[in-house]
């Protein structure tokens, strides 16, 4: 089929035919430019919080690493930013509380308060981040949905233009009724092939989503011990370490 022969058999159905057609490739424009978006974004975020985890398994000081990171690269990807909005906590908290105790011991190590202070402020950023990650991928999923019901509706004028067409010329001739049969087929590809990458990209970006999350957790873990770690290490005498 020629792109003429496209053109004109989405101009043979009519205003209705041809704004769903309008729709489903305003569509289609809407689902790439969210996969292209999307894929730079996640690759970005990944690439950047790769590059800060061997940064900071490299470094001998959060305090350091700070200024260290700042200097390095924008922070704009999560575990920089969860990076730093701790470490503001937990310096903002010595500030604040010089006389708070702690205790290098079994059972505590922060001090209570502190500790849910970092709790709450991981769960914060975790869920900014992951917020973050998810914009725009209901799109796909809402498009993945409608766009096959778009096709259906142009079949269904297609073929209704086709039955108009034979009872006004009288004849159930191919040369009668193929454009409109030509009509109502070209909606139906026409919805499935936006379907298909909405409901392939939601799914795929859905995992990322989820693998990313998965480092965000681990690195969470790993970041809260070192950083009581240290700040036990800052506070408490070395006599009581000694006695752990």
């Not at 292209?36 to 900071?56: A, C, H, M, T, Y």
């Not at 470094?59 to 260290?68: A, G, I, Q």
């Not at 809402?142 to 269904?156: D, E, H, K």
């Not at 073929?159 to 159930?172: C, D, P, T, V």
Request: proline share 2%; no cysteine.
């Amino acid at each position: 089929m020629e792109f003429n022969d496209f053109v004109n058999a989405i101009l043979h159905g009519g205003v209705l035919t041809l704004s769903i057609f309008i729709m489903l490739l305003i569509l289609s424009v809407v689902t790439w430019g969210i996969i292209i978006g999307k894929v730079i974004q996640l690759r970005r975020e990944d690439l950047n919080s790769g590059k800060f985890v061997d940064f900071f398994n490299k470094s001998s000081n959060l305090r350091e690493l700070v200024t260290d990171n700042q200097k390095r690269a924008p922070v704009d990807y999560d575990l920089g930013i969860l990076f730093e909005e701790l470490m503001q906590e937990a310096e903002k908290f010595t500030v604040e509380f010089p006389e708070a105790t702690w205790r290098f011991t079994a059972d505590k190590g922060l001090p209570e308060h502190l500790d849910e202070m970092l709790e709450r402020t991981q769960d914060r950023v975790n869920l900014q981040m992951r917020e973050r990650r998810e914009k725009s991928l209901s799109y796909l999923a809402t498009i993945s949905n409608i766009a096959p019901f778009l096709g259906v509706l142009g079949t269904v004028i297609g073929i209704i233009n086709a039955f108009a067409a034979i009872g006004k010329m009288g004849s159930a001739e191919l040369a009668v009724v193929a454009p409109a049969i030509s009509e109502a087929l070209i909606a139906t590809a026409l919805g499935i092939s936006v379907a298909i990458p909405s409901s392939i990209g939601f799914n795929l970006f859905q995992y990322r989503v989820e693998v990313l999350a998965q480092k965000f957790d681990r690195f969470s873990a790993i970041f809260r011990n070192r950083l009581e770690n240290e700040l036990i290490k800052e506070h408490e005498s070395s006599s009581d370490i000694k006695s752990f």
